[in-house]
């Protein structure tokens, strides 16, 4: 076979081996051609494209970012841009195209395979870890690594100075991040997208650890946290070239919001980009080699518009029209009955 490869929205710790795993598969197991296409989307409908082989891949299973670049964007954003895609995937005899990607690549992908008949494995790519029909995505629990670590360097320089720290970590639409950082790193409390949140109880959850003589606090808030009606100003955000609110900042205006009703000195802290920058985790090399292995897998067995994905110790293929279009939202019975149990 002649298998295609992109990697598509923002980076993510554990692209590189994704690619690793899907070429020496591809290659080592059943004597495939791997075409790797520059810059997502762009490089499919420019035509540009590098041959991967095993040696061009070696050493790469640590590196962060992704070899092949990655933007934003669609071939539909352009007239005639899916028929473009399938020409030139047919003038390269591209057999299957894997698409390593979030939410939009993947709808993107599963559109070209239901309207144009392209054949499509798609791979869960997403530190948010928001992509539904799969337990996991890989560079979650990186990115989670990364936040508890800052938030456990946090505690030593707020205790010190007996201060407030608002840490404030990705997670636009979800708050795996927030709500799995905030437990490792014993959180005072944790703010998500999924639970709007009330100043006052924020307030009353860090004067309740004062009293007890703990005078520092580390509130955790995903950057797309939003406070219910009227309890505190909504900020409001500008629009990316996509149409999205450029999120960033609400920790701004909930660390003052704390210093004005505790009386607490704050702080605040954005971890921002560093969480999805540098080197993958354990878990996440072990995750990303196994779903490269499984998607080159699929190929061979003639799966399309399909997702290589986790459930419970299994790798499995999801048809991809039962994933996009939707969200996986934080499950707020571990919020409610165990991020919130230590609240203050």
């Not at 944790?190 to 009293?211: C, G, M, Q, Y």
């Not at 509130?219 to 219910?228: C, D, L, M, R, T």
């Not at 061979?300 to 299994?314: F, K, L, P, T, W």
Request: charged share 20%; glycine share 12%.
């Amino acid at each position: 076979m002649r298998i295609g490869v992109l990697t598509g929205g923002g980076d993510c710790p554990g692209l590189n081996a994704v690619l690793r795993a899907i070429v020496r598969s591809a290659i080592n197991e059943h004597g495939d051609t791997v075409v790797g296409f520059l810059d997502a989307w762009d490089g499919v409908l420019e035509k540009r494209s590098i041959e991967l082989t095993v040696q061009s891949l070696a050493g790469v299973l640590p590196r962060g970012g992704t070899i092949l670049g990655t933007r934003r964007g669609s071939p539909y954003d352009f007239v005639n841009g899916p028929q473009q895609v399938r020409e030139v995937l047919t003038e390269m005899s591209i057999d299957a195209l894997v698409v390593i990607g979030g939410n939009g690549s993947l709808t993107v992908a599963s559109r070209l395979h239901d309207e144009l008949g392209i054949n499509i494995i798609g791979v869960p790519k997403t530190i948010d870890n928001d992509v539904e029909g799969t337990d996991v995505c890989f560079g979650f629990h990186t990115a989670v690594q990364i936040a508890t670590d800052a938030i456990d360097r946090l505690h030593t320089t707020a205790e010190s100075h007996d201060r407030v720290m608002v840490v404030e970590v990705m997670g636009r639409d979800t708050g795996w991040i927030a709500t799995y950082a905030g437990i490792a790193g014993g959180a005072t409390a944790v703010l998500i997208p999924e639970h709007p949140f009330d100043i006052d109880d924020v307030a009353n959850a860090v004067k309740r650890k004062h009293s007890r003589g703990r005078y520092a606090s580390i509130v955790v808030v995903a950057e797309g946290a939003i406070p219910k009606a009227g309890t505190m100003p909504t900020p409001q955000y500008a629009l990316d070239p996509f149409g999205r609110p450029r999120l960033g900042g609400i920790s701004v205006e909930i660390a003052r919001e704390l210093f004005e009703r505790t009386g607490f000195e704050t702080r605040v802290v954005q971890i921002g980009h560093v969480q999805r920058g540098g080197t993958p985790n354990a878990f996440d090399r072990v995750l990303c080699t196994r779903l490269g292995v499984a998607a080159v897998t699929a190929a061979h067995d003639g799966v399309q518009n399909s997702m290589v994905a986790v459930r419970g110790e299994d790798i499995v293929c999801v048809p991809l029209n039962q994933v996009v279009g939707k969200t996986r939202y934080v499950d707020l019975s571990i919020y409610d009955n165990v991020a919130t149990v230590f609240f203050g």
